[in-house]
């Protein structure tokens, strides 16, 4: 079976990005999680990002389809601009923070990393790749942006 995620890497203007940390296993990721059965996907996203920041946001472009081959989990990634709420911490995020694509790379696995990365650095279309759950997997998807 596969399950699909949607995540929405918030943008400030200033080509940073809003990471979490999960409070569960303290990876640092674009805020997002599984949609529901009965849940539409833009819909699933607002919830998502609300539940994991305390942020509205608006959905501006789907960036990315990424497959974890292991776990059979596709995301679907947007990025969003917050339009509204505030910052909070929560059941699901420990921490918040506005990172540079530089770091970004330093913080997040290269499978979560690239999520962000394809967000900022806009591609003509969306990225469509495949990972491990930790690491791209070269051959089936493009190279890791530096």
Not at 18 to 30: K, N
Not at 114 to 126: E, H
Request: aromatic residues 4%.
């Amino acid at each position: 079976m596969h399950s699909v995620s949607v995540s929405g890497v918030i943008l400030d203007g200033h080509g940073r990005a809003l990471l979490i940390q999960r409070r569960d296993i303290g990876r640092w990721e674009a805020p997002g999680g599984v949609l529901e059965r009965d849940e539409d996907i833009i819909s699933g996203l607002l919830r998502e990002v609300r539940e994991e920041t305390g942020l509205d946001v608006t959905p501006q472009a789907m960036t990315g389809v990424y497959k974890n081959m292991t776990r059979g989990i596709i995301a679907l990634v947007f990025r969003c601009e917050a339009v509204g709420g505030q910052l909070s911490v929560n059941d699901e995020a420990c921490a918040f923070r506005w990172a540079t694509a530089d770091e970004v790379r330093d913080l997040a696995a290269e499978a979560y990393a690239v999520r962000v990365l394809d967000a900022i650095q806009p591609l003509s279309s969306p990225a469509v790749r495949a990972h491990d759950g930790v690491r791209i997997i070269i051959g089936d998807c493009a190279p890791f942006p530096r």
